[in-house]
């Protein structure tokens, strides 16, 4: 695989390898694709059987993943970082199942020498921690994307599910933070996670930031966590009583945390028993629209952050739903959800 030349596509037949002694497989030649024969991705598992510590690496441009499942590392199944000469863009993750990471499911940051992740997509992909995966991470160090100081990442049609701990509060569903920008989150249905979309984390920058030529938010940096970007359509259910039942339950289901221009619209949070918000906004350099969602519970502000809150329907019941005991959040007739929205 790391010797594939430009342009290759490797393909896997049915099994499951066992890549547990692998090292890192790494793709870093641009232009690679590394998917199943089958078009399946259930029947084509590379399994890390937690003695590896990311399965897949990706390290150059234009790399696609496809319709595969990779599980059980110590860390992560897939790494995306910057090259060590350029930055590595427009990495493809299709398809994919994600299952059970000894961290987070799909990491992404910089480079050691300097260079980012932009540009990529993840996309109508399965992520999941299960049980017999959640007692195999440490302190509570798990999420399912996780990304730093990445530019322009799309995070659509995905499902996500399971990510939370007994003990501590496990990272978001999706989260970008420390200097992204520009993230698409949309379309992705999260379920039983301790936290479902977040943009940014903490009132500072953790000590990395990301300086854009344009100053897309004039005035804020360096503690400026998230730049711009959209969260919409998403789905975000809590049901499960054990997630309830841990030490930190169901905290939110969108987060904002020194995010500055940034839109949540048309997003759709339901959690069967009183989480600590269904969404926030926070820290005094968020500057959000928060339009049109449909929670069950508060939409909050806190610590100074600034938002425009405008045709959104908060603390409603579950009667708007199909069956949300169920997670069949769809609209049944005569909502009064149901063209509530503003323009």
Known sequence: IAGAPSGRTLVLRDGTYDVSSAGYIVLETPGVTLRSQSGDPSTVVLDGGYGIGSVLEVRASNVTIAEITIQRPMWHPIHVTGGSSANTEGTMIYRVRVIDPGQQGIKINASGEGFYADGG???????????????????????GIDAHLAWGWEIRD????????????????????????????????????????????????????????????????????????????N??????????GSQSGFDSGVALEQACETQVVHNTVVSLQPPFVSMEYRFPNTQATIANNLVTHSITQRDGGQATLMGNL????????????????????GSAAIDAGVG
């Open 121 to 143: 997509t993840v996309a109508c992909s399965h992520i999941e921690l299960t049980d017999a995966g959640r007692s195999q991470v440490s302190d509570c160090y798990t999420g």
């Open 158 to 233: 995905n499902h996500i599910e399971g990510f939370w701990c007994e003990q501590g509060l496990s990272e978001h569903a999706v989260h970008f933070w420390n200097g992204a920008r520009d993230t698409l989150v949309e379309r992705n249905v999260i379920v039983d996670c301790a936290r479902g979309v977040g943009f940014g984390l903490g009132d500072s920058g953790n000590g990395t930031t990301r300086a854009y030529d344009d100053d897309p938010c004039p005035g804020v940096e360096p503690k400026a966590q998230h730049f711009g970007g959209i969260i919409r359509n």
């Open 235 to 244: 789905t975000v259910w809590a049901a499960r009583p054990e997630l309830f």
């Open 314 to 333: 908060s603390d409603q019941g579950t009667e708007h739903f199909v069956d949300a005991a169920g997670g069949d959040l769809h609209l049944v007739d």
